[in-house]
Structures are given as C-alpha cells and as structure tokens.
C-alpha cells in the first residue's frame, strides 16, 4: 500500500523538486561548514538561517495549499496552528536552559520565577524530553484542528464563514497567550534559547542542521501532500472544492473529508513552526496575529494553489522580497505587499506556477492540434494527387 | 520704607473700612477674633473657631474656608489676618472680612495660619452651621449635603433648628436626611437612631453604606438587626446599580460596535462583498476629522464646536469615493468570487494603512472633543460621560438613516432588488453595475461617519481599522447576513454580553469567552441571529 501510495506521488515534478531539496539540504551545510568563509563558493551562516526560515514558511504555504487549494476551505487561523507548534518546540528549548537562566532556578523558566510562580504548571511537565515536545508540536494543532473541524463541517460552516470564524479562532489565541496567567510567557513569549539536544542553538553546526531538518521535513511533506491530492482520497477532496453539494449527494461524507485534510494540514503547520522558533530564536503571541494568517494566503496565491509546487515558490519569493524590501526601502514593503495582493488576484489567479502549467499545456494542445490539422490536410490532399 | 508706607497705607484703608461697616462694633470683634487666629495653639483655635461660629454671620465664611484649605496667613508686623492668593514672588493679600484686595506683600513677612486635621473637622462642623441659614438656596442645599457626607454630633443641633426654619422642599429632604445621619454618630436614645437608620438605609449610595458600616462597630444590641438589614438593603441597591452600570458600558461598546459594522451589513451583508478594508475606511473618516480640526484650529478657531458636524459630510465624501474606486477599480472583477475579494481588499487595507502612516506619520493624533461631548453627569448611580452618550444615540440615528435608504427611497429599492435577483433587476432597466458601485460607496461612506464618532474616543493612528475588523465581521454573522435589524441586536447583545462578563472574568479572558461563543453560535446557527430565509441563502 505504501509502495502505492509513493509511486502515485512521485510525479515527474515532485520528483525533481524533492531531489533540489534534498541536495540543498546536503550542499548548503556543506558549503557553510567545509569551505573557508573568502571562498566564493562559501554560503555564510545568515543566509543559512534566513532560507531554514523560507523554507518553515514554505511549509506552512504547503499545509494551507493542501486545505484551500485542494479542498476549498480557506483557512485564516493557519497562523494559529503554525505558533502552537511553534510553543510546543519554545517549552522544550526553554526547559533545557535549565539552570543558566538569569534567576538560576534548575526547574521553573525565568519568567515564571518572575511571576513568583512556585511549581511547574501541569502542561509543562513533560516538555524537557525532545520527542514528547517534538510530538506535541504535531498533536496539539493537530488536536485543535480536530475539534474545530469537527463541528464547524458538521455544521456545514463553509466558504467565507469558515474564513471568519478561524480568524477568530487566531485571534482568540493571541489575546489568550497574551495573559501572563496562561503559563506562556505572555507578552514577551519564549526566548533566550541556550541549546537543542545538547547542541548550542546559535552555533554554525546547528543552525546548518536545521536549514537540513527543514529542507528534508519539506521533502518529506511534499511527497505526502503529493500521496494525498493524487490518491482516490485526493479526487473526492477535489470534488469537494469544485462542488460540494454533488459529492454529498453521491454519497460521500464531505464533512469527514474536508477534516482530514483540514487535521493533516494543521499538524504540517505545527512541523513548521518546531522548525521556525529554533532558527529565529523566539516565540511570541504576535505569531498568532491574524494578519501573519492572511500573509501565507498570499505566499501560497502568488506561487499558484492548487498546484504543490507553487506554494514553496510563492513563500521562498514573497519572504525573499520581504527581506530585500525592508532593507532597501521599508517604507513602500506594505505598499508592494498590498499591490501583490490586489495584482495577483486580478491578474494571476492561478499564481505563477498555475500560469506557467497553463501556458505549457496550452502549447503542448497548440502542437498537438497543429499536427492533427497538418496531418489532415495531408491526407485530403492525399487522394488529389492520386487522381 | 516702602513696606511701612503700605503698611500706613494699609492701616488708613483699615480704619475706613471699619468705619464704612454699618455695624461698627460687630466688626470689630469679629476682626479681633480672626485675627487671634494667628499665633493661637490648635486647641485655642479650635475655640476660636467655635467662637467664631456662634457669631451665626455669614460674612466670617471665606476665612473660615481659607483656614481649612491653609490660605490664611497672619502679617508678622502687625498681626493682621488675610486671605491670600499666590502671586508671582509675592502674595496677593485679601480682606479676610470683605473679600476685598489689599495689596500684596512679601512671602517672607507673612506667617501661615496652622491648620490641622482636629481642627479643620470643627472649621467644617462651623461652616455647616453657618451656611444651612444662608438665605441662598442652593448654598443651603450644598451645606445640608456636605454635613451628609461628613456628620457630625455637634452639627446635630444646627441641622435641627435649620430644619424648623426650612420652607423649601428640596433642602427639606437635604436636611431630613443630614439630621438621620447625624443622629446615628451622636449619642441619642436608640429609639430615635431607629428612625435614623431606616432614613439612612433609604437614601442609600456608598456614604451611607460606610456610615451604617461604622455605626454598627458601636451600636448596642438593640440597634444591631435594624443597621445590618439597612445595611442589607444599601447593598442589594448598589449591586443594582453596578449592574446598570455594566449595561450601560455594554450599551456603550454596543454602539461601538454598530458604528463600526453598519457599514460592513451593507458591503458584506447586502452585497456579500468580503471587504478587509473596512476598518481602514474607519480611519480615514477619523482622519479626514483630525485635517478638519487641524484647519479649524490654524484658521477658524470660533468653529471648534461645529467640526465633528463639518467633519461628518466631508468623511462621508472622502471614504465614499475610495470605495467607488475601489470597487470599479478591483472588487467589480471578482464578483462570484468571495474568497478573492478578501485578499484583494485587503491588499487595499495594507495600502491605505501605508499610505495614511506616509503622510501622516505613525504616531497618535491628536483629535479633540468638541465642549458640548465632554464632561459627564450623574444619573442616580450612574456616571453618564457626555461623549458616550451622544455616540449611542449618534450610531442609533445612523441606523435609522440606513433603514430609511434601504427601505423608503427608489435608491433602496433598487438595492435590495439587485441583491435578491441580479438578473431580474437588470431586466427591468436598473442599471446593475452603478448600483453595486454606489452601494459600495455607500457602505464605505459610512464606515467614514462612523471613523469620525470613533476619533472621539479612540486613538487616531494608522493602525485604528485593524483594531475593529474582527469585530465588525463578527456582528455582521453573528446578527446575521444581509439584515440591519440583525446588525442592530447582534451588536448591541455582543457588547452587553461582554461588559457583564467582564467584572467575572476579567477583560481579555471575557473577549476571549465572547469570541468562543461566538464560534460556537455560528456552529449552531450558520447563517447568524436573523438568517434570510428562501433563495436568496443558496446564492
């Protein structure tokens, strides 16, 4: 089944895009690690860092394609998902600073000696072992999004509705991880990470294995997503996008549909934001923010949904342009974040890899009937000679 | 030497004055006595004070008043009692008698009049006394309240032989109740502390609570069970004033939120157009009110009072024409489209945000209230600020108008008539693409009158739409789509709900709760509060 399973996901062009990942994911820490730092082929340790991040968002722009490209459902509580995994992976990484922190106490994080908490609330235990943290990076978002999914399909909440109601959901959050109360933080987050399985976090070494751990976790999810939208499961998702009523009536439960795809994509959201908070080195409630939601609607819309490729393309591109645009002149960043909003759904609503599939396709038809007509001609021309 | 000429000068006019008073002898003994105010222990002034107080006239209140507040200072060189006020270096002396201004002197060559705690108890006990027979009505009102608020046993008396004197009805009452309240603090038979205690508990307020409060410290056995039930009775009234209190600022943040969706029930309820932008035409309507200030203020300063009322149109135009070119610019190419709608405006929202912070600059501005919306008054238990006040009935007349548009006018029914059936409509000659334009326009045009009400007590910066997007949409679903009497209700339950939740659960925890319940509501009733029933829900 399995077997199956991959040899239906890996079409030609995942193949080649999860071979790009995983020779980025061996050659970037290599030529980070082994080549001096005036070689020109050098890549030094920031940009290492800067593309890990792209590469988490990428994720992140793949898990919500999977929901909205896929199945219809536009989600703006991805943010949400993304920043639990996010606090799952910060709990670890705060427990093990342990003792070195700057009030010293081995069991309880600074902040809550600061609160002048005296035990370690209950959902904390638990946290200072990687694979339990590791695990509830995917369980918690994906436990989220089972409940939440469950009754809002069940109820048929769907189309801008669903949109509404999981931006408040993201927003409920952040103003719930805003309170000191809550045991997370509160306004500042986590931070002031020392080490991630015994490795120091702001070393080369470490910050080269995760832009790896990111890039194969990429992979990974991509030929999964891949497995999902070309199995038999996949097309009745694509039935649900296209008409929703006429799955159902054909007898298919849409709303069990809908939360599958809904609960995968949320527990790729929260792999992302594990991978996230060890390379930006903090977590905050801002994560949470609504507009950081709507932001990965953008990513995933100008490199093209409905397509697996195109999500990584528009997040790598966006963040990329992100980065420059703040640099270069960050007054006008909203301006060209805002332009790309309006341009893209005017212009590209397939995005660019949409576009770019649709004008192949369109030429490859364009030969295809160009060759028929020719071959016509010939053979009406044909029976004249013989005459 | 300048000084002694003053001083002989000082003298001269003292004399004239003296001899000007009609009753020449009283004068001078009241003189004598406020000025053996200066230099006397606490205990004589005290005496004095009581001295004072006997005399029953009117015209040894300012000093009195001064005393207390520790305006009264004696002149070193001759023992001369004045009131005086601040001036520069100097004091500005002023007749303690008279009122009149004398002249000033020196910091240096005055010694303040000490006043302390014992003391000004018996300047208030005084004074009490002295203003109940005012013939002044208002002043006698004022006097019976404070002996209310702060009773003593010694103004028991004077309360008493005010009361017999009184005619008028309301300081009547006044007095009626000083007399309770005194009685409780002096040491009169139970029977009558009885009687005390009931009028007590029936005025009721927070004085009176920590008045029965301190009377049931000493109270004897008998008095006990009739101050606990008064104090019973205060409290179950003031819980119920603290109750209307919550609903009152849950009526006020219910306006809030009327304002700031009403808009949004017409792009999003009756159009079904997503538009993120909204909030962003909230804040340019409060912007467009902060240019019409800033003008105000540079040019026609006489007008301050009128620029919310010219502020209004001009909002209504500025946000109506972005959102007519909004939406021949964009959102006319993606009808059908929802889910594309939301991303496209709020591409729209990061730009006007941008463009706003651009010119602007991102810090708060400053937006003034007009006189006639600030200050507040008192209803019973409640504290009414005059600026919530006229924002409730401000989004109520709003309201209306809209109610008016949609239901009463040849624009509203064609509104209405694209909405149910497009194609319909264009059948029958409505030129479809302008009324969706100048629908548009008319929902961003109020969003922009509501900017301007929300400048009035909110923080004018770039970021203020952002801040009631989520809300709007949410009393937008929760009342329910495409009904204005579901906006009405669904705000107005929304922001009572989450006042009353407040007090319980604290702030954010309550816009949490609220947020969560919301979500679940929608669970149960998809289509909100009031959902349109037929067709036009399958569309």
Redesign the interface.
Known sequence: MITSFLAKALGRNIVVTVAILLTLAALVPALNLLTAPDHPLHVPTYIVSLFGKYLTYALLALALDLVWGFCGILSLGHAAFFALGGYAMGMYLMRQIGARGSYGNPLLPDFMVFLNWKELPWFWHGFDMFWFAALMAVLAPGLLAFVFGWFAFRSRVNGVYLSIITQAMTFALLLAFFRNDMGFGGNNGLTDFKDILGFNIQSQGTRSALFAASAVALALSLVITSGIVRSKYGKILVGVRDAESRTRFLGYRVEHVKLFAFVVSAMMAGVAGALYVPQVGIINPGEFDPANSIEVVIWTAVGGRGTLIGPIVGAILVNGGKSVFTAAFPEFWLFALGGLFILVTLFLPKGIVGTVRQFVERRREYHKAKAAEEARAFAAAEPQAAE | MQARLIHRFLQCLLIAFCLMATDLRAADDLRAMVDALGGGSFQQNQKQVEALAKTGDPKIVPALEALAEGDLYQRKADGTVFIVKPAGANFKLIDALTGDEVGEEAKAALEKVKVNNGLRRVIRGALGGLTLMSPDTSVRLQAAGTILRTPTADALDGVETALAAETDGAVKAMLEKARAAAILVSDRPVAEKKAAVATVAQTGGRDSLSLLSAALASADESLRPDIEIGIQQIEDQLALWAAGQNIWYGLSLGSVLLLAAIGLAITFGVMGI?N?AHGEMVMLGAYTTFVVQQVIRTSFPGLFDWSLAIALPLAFLVTGAVGLVMERG?IR??YGR???????T??????L???V??IFGPTNQEVGNPSWMSGAFELGGLTVTWNRMWIILFSLAVFAFLLFLLKKTPMGLQMRAVTQNRRMASSMGIRTPWVDALTFALGSGIAGIAGVALSQIDNVSPNLG?GYI?DS??VV?FGGVGNLWGTLVGAFSLGILNKVLEPYAGA??G??LV??L???F???R?RGLFALKGRAVEA
């Open positions: 997503i993120m964009i190419f993606l929802p889910l594309e709608t939301l991303l496209a709020w591409g729209v929202s990061l730009i945000q941008q463009a912070r651009s952002q989520i949409f949410m679903v954010v925890l816009k949490i947020l969560v919301i979500i679940l929608i669970q149960k998809p």
